[in-house]
């Protein structure tokens, strides 16, 4: 009886810091989390739109065996925010280089928001097997 209440005890320990934890990089670490938006229509149009200065939005469409746009030239500092869809299968997302590492589902829009600090050339791959050709699907982000 008395182990029982120690493992329930220290059961109830862990949970509060782990959430503890998410709330503090949340909120005091200000870290974004990715988001799945379900409630839009997905588009059919890989864009990017100038915001501002330095802030951007990139319709990312990722199809076998592309990310659509394939090349993005932006300038160092910018804040992109980064939407993502596909028309065909589970494809990934991640960007070399930076903690963006993302799911594309077919029928919804993943949405994260990165900061390109440092110049250079981030590459883009999938990370979730798509498919044939899917070692060949890549793309490039350029800050400048």
Do not use: W
Request: glycine share 6%; charged share 15%.
């Amino acid at each position: 009886m008395n182990t029982e209440k120690l493992a329930l005890s220290i059961a109830s320990i862990l949970l509060v810091i782990f959430f503890s934890l998410i709330l503090y990089g949340a909120y005091v670490k200000n870290i974004d989390l990715p988001t799945c938006i379900v409630n839009v229509k997905p588009f059919e149009k890989d864009t990017i739109i100038k915001i501002s200065e330095n802030k951007y939005e990139i319709h990312y469409i990722a199809r076998q065996f592309s990310f659509f746009p394939t090349e993005v030239k932006i300038p160092r500092g910018s804040i992109v925010d980064i939407y993502l869809t596909s028309p065909d299968v589970i494809h990934g997302f991640h960007i070399e280089g930076t903690n963006v590492n993302l799911m594309v589902i077919p029928g919804a829009i993943t949405y994260y928001r990165v900061k390109f600090n440092n110049p250079g050339e981030y590459r883009i791959y999938c990370h979730e097997y798509c498919g044939l050709g899917h070692q060949n699907m890549m793309g490039k982000i350029l800050v400048q």
